[in-house]
């Protein structure tokens, strides 16, 4: 029971050039959540899915798409990166009503 | 959901209790005070959540005021370990929005 996985752990891109976060649950949990922590700040959601199927805007979705692969699987894709979109990202699962249970980070840099 | 306010920072003595204050003077009715903790920067951690009445588990003690404007996290003998960032959120039991604010920053003093 591997948890919340994220790939890659570390990317550093150029502006303009696009890239993929992929996350994936073995938990079998129903919602999975992107957020992005900039230095010295907490967790701001950008996107969730409370199903699979189903996607909806967080705080901060300007700049980002995602996909609910399936249940399993909830990708981040940022399509066009900005220096302003470097920051640490987490990725997260829950039961309904449960806690929520996150990824390890994936830290971006761009240039 | 209701905004929390939290210090932004405390020191608390290797092996004595950590109290941690957390104000949410405009929390609604069913909605849940939940503490998670993020250790460096690392993913954060679940610690507890309650409702109304005080809950204890194997990490902490949570203290809920009776008109539920506040609340306080109990480490009740602190560890270098549990040095990090303390959140605490309040959301509805169902609801899939999180705010994490900027937490308070606990230093565990040996």
């Known amino acids: 029971n591997a948890g919340v996985t994220q790939t890659p752990k570390f990317q550093v891109l150029k502006t303009g050039q696009s890239m993929t976060l992929q996350c994936a649950q073995d938990m079998n949990h129903n919602s999975m959540y992107w957020y992005r922590q900039d230095p010295g700040m907490g967790l701001r959601l950008i996107y969730y899915s409370a199903s699979e199927g189903t996607t909806d805007k967080g705080e901060v979705p300007n700049g980002y798409n995602v996909s609910r692969l399936n249940k399993r699987e909830f990708s981040l894709r940022l399509e066009s990166a900005a220096p302003s979109q470097t920051s640490v990202y987490f990725c997260?699962?829950?039961?309904?009503?449960?806690?929520?249970?996150f990824g390890p980070g994936t830290r971006l840099t761009v240039l | 959901d209701a905004k929390t306010t939290q210090p932004p920072s405390m020191d608390c003595a290797e092996g004595r209790a950590a109290n941690l204050p957390c104000n949410h003077s405009t929390i609604s009715g069913n909605e849940y005070v939940y503490w998670y903790r993020q250790i460096h920067s690392q993913g954060p951690q679940y610690i507890i959540h309650?409702?109304?009445n005080n809950e204890t588990n194997e990490m902490a003690s949570l203290i809920i005021t009776e008109d539920r404007k506040s609340s306080t996290l109990i480490l009740p003998h602190a560890t270098l370990r549990d040095t990090a960032v303390y959140y605490c959120?309040?959301?509805?039991?169902?609801?899939?929005?999180?705010?994490f604010g900027t937490g308070t920053s606990l230093t565990v003093i040996p």
């Open positions: 959120i309040v959301r509805a039991f169902w609801g899939n929005q999180f705010y």
């Open positions: 309650g409702l109304k």
């Open positions: 997260a699962s829950k039961m309904e009503g449960n806690e929520q249970f």
